[in-house]
């Protein structure tokens, strides 16, 4: 592989610790012919509102966009499973000419009637945005039909970037929020937002909370029911996971239904208990609840910890790079490193912030690349430059690890192992030690040969 040169164009959003004064551009469109890793807005919206398992999902456009996004979180549901099927109006060229809406009408009452569900999405495409179809006036009319919410995502995929997706997810959520009774509702309640269900995370989570005698009244969007979010506004505080996905609702409903919010994470010892104990400080005028707390993590970090100190035995000393969608996963995913010893040699996001960037800037050690918005290219120069043991990141970043003959852990909506929680930050050391000490990089020649051929 010969040297890889980074483009003028991208060099704004690659910074160097430690090298220059820190200064990173972000938010931006991703640049003309580039192949991004970050996905678009249509994919955005389908991330956040997909796990809602008893609504219809119905992906207006080709049957590519359905397919690039068919099942694409390990979101599990305790019940319904609507979600998992990826149905579409399957637009072609004649819908181009002559419009889509009423295929799009006669696919959303087959669909319902079929199925039964309690809320349709409809997402709209990148092909729709450009024949310009009126998804809103098509959903009202079948709403007054059938009798249920039919909600358009606008979600037109080259609108904006993955950030614009969430946004667009969260108003079509809004207009659920709000339509349920809230009288039997817990005073010290809580809806959890941002948090999908990956592999049972969100079971993990809400049994937490259970022992902590917090009650649960909606987890948007993980095992989701329209139901539930229907009577979110009835809960005292917000919970919000993730950097950028829920923060919009969590706003919308504070302006308006004057519920606060905090922002958690569950990856992690540290940011675990964080989370717990910062919830349980919001219950201050029930003080079992922090005491209950503290037992709690008590004696699930003291279950853990005997296998976590063998494995950082073996890892330590390893070097890390990360890529993931939200910035506030990388902050989490630093913290569980460094307790296992590693070093965190690269890091970067599909949607970081300014803020963002600065506390990523303030974690890192000098030399740490970070980047914002990266490509295959960059990612692969900065794992050879960095002698990189192992990749953190999402379906697409698994091949550029394999490439690279590096472990890979996936930390993204695609997997099937919960990495939340305590148990979860186990699920995740014995991922990163399996990974990282596998015999099987020794048959890689493809890391030691770009090496040499990388100019410094
Ligand atoms: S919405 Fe547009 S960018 Fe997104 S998958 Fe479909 S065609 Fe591709």
């Known amino acids: 592989m010969a040297s890889i040169p980074i483009l003028k164009e991208r060099e704004k959003q690659i910074h160097r610790k430690g090298a220059q004064p820190f200064s990173l551009t972000c938010g931006q469109h991703s640049l003309a012919g580039v192949v991004s890793q970050r996905a678009c807005v249509f994919c955005g919206s389908r991330v956040v509102l997909y796990p809602i398992a008893d609504a219809l999902h ?44 009423k295929k799009l009408q006669r696919a959303l009452t087959e669909l319902i009637d079929a199925y039964q569900p309690r809320a349709a999405f409809v997402y709209s495409t990148c092909i729709v945005g450009i024949i310009g179809d009126d998804v809103a006036a098509v959903c009202r009319q079948v709403a007054r039909e059938k009798g249920i919410p039919v909600l358009p995502v606008h979600s037109e995929g080259f609108k904006g970037t993955k950030k614009d997706g969430y946004k667009a997810a969260c108003e079509a959520l809004f207009q659920l929020v709000g339509q349920g009774q809230v009288d039997r509702i817990d005073p010290c309640s809580i809806n959890i937002l941002g948090e999908f269900n990956i592999g049972g995370e969100a079971w993990i989570i809400k049994s937490y909370y259970e022992k902590m005698g917090v009650a649960v009244v909606a987890t948007m969007t993980g095992d989701g029911r329209v139901d539930a979010i229907r009577r979110s506004h009835g809960a005292a505080l917000n919970v919000v996971q993730c950097s950028g996905a829920m923060t ?42 922090m005491t209950r707390t503290q037992s709690l993590v008590r004696e699930e970090i003291s279950a853990i910890t005997p296998e976590l100190q063998q494995i950082k035995a073996a890892v330590s000393g390893k070097r890390a790079a990360i890529y993931v969608g939200g910035a506030f996963k990388a902050f989490s995913l630093i913290k569980a490193l460094r307790y296992l010893g590693m070093d965190v040699v690269l890091v970067g996001s599909q949607t970081g912030n300014d803020a963002d960037y600065q506390t990523l800037r303030e974690m890192c050690d000098d ?21 990189a043991d192992l990749f953190i990141g999402g379906v697409k970043e698994r091949p550029i690890a394999y490439k690279m003959g590096i472990g890979f852990c996936d930390h993204n909506h695609e997997r099937k192992i919960p990495l939340a929680g305590y148990e979860g930050m186990l699920h995740f050391a014995r991922e990163v030690y399996r990974s990282v000490t596998s015999p099987v990089w020794r048959f890689a020649p493809t890391r030691a040969a770009a090496a040499k051929e990388v100019s410094p």
Not at 64 to 90: K, N, Q
Not at 255 to 263: A, D, L, N, Q, S
């Open 367 to 387: 030399g740490t690349i970070i980047l914002d918005d990266a490509n295959p290219l960059e990612l692969s120069k900065y794992i050879i430059e960095k002698g």
């Open 58 to 101: 119905l992906i207006h456009g080709p049957v590519g966009c359905a397919a690039y996004t068919w099942d694409i979180r390990g979101a599990l549901s305790s019940g319904p499973e609507l979600h998992r099927l990826s149905f579409t109006t399957d637009l072609r060229e004649k819908d181009v000419i002559f419009g889509g809406e």
């Open 248 to 289: 919009t609702l969590a706003e919308m409903m504070q302006e308006r239904y004057g519920i606060p919010y905090i922002r958690a994470s569950y990856f992690g010892l540290e940011d675990t208990s964080k989370a717990l104990y910062d919830v349980a400080a919001h219950f201050a005028g029930n003080p079992e609840i």
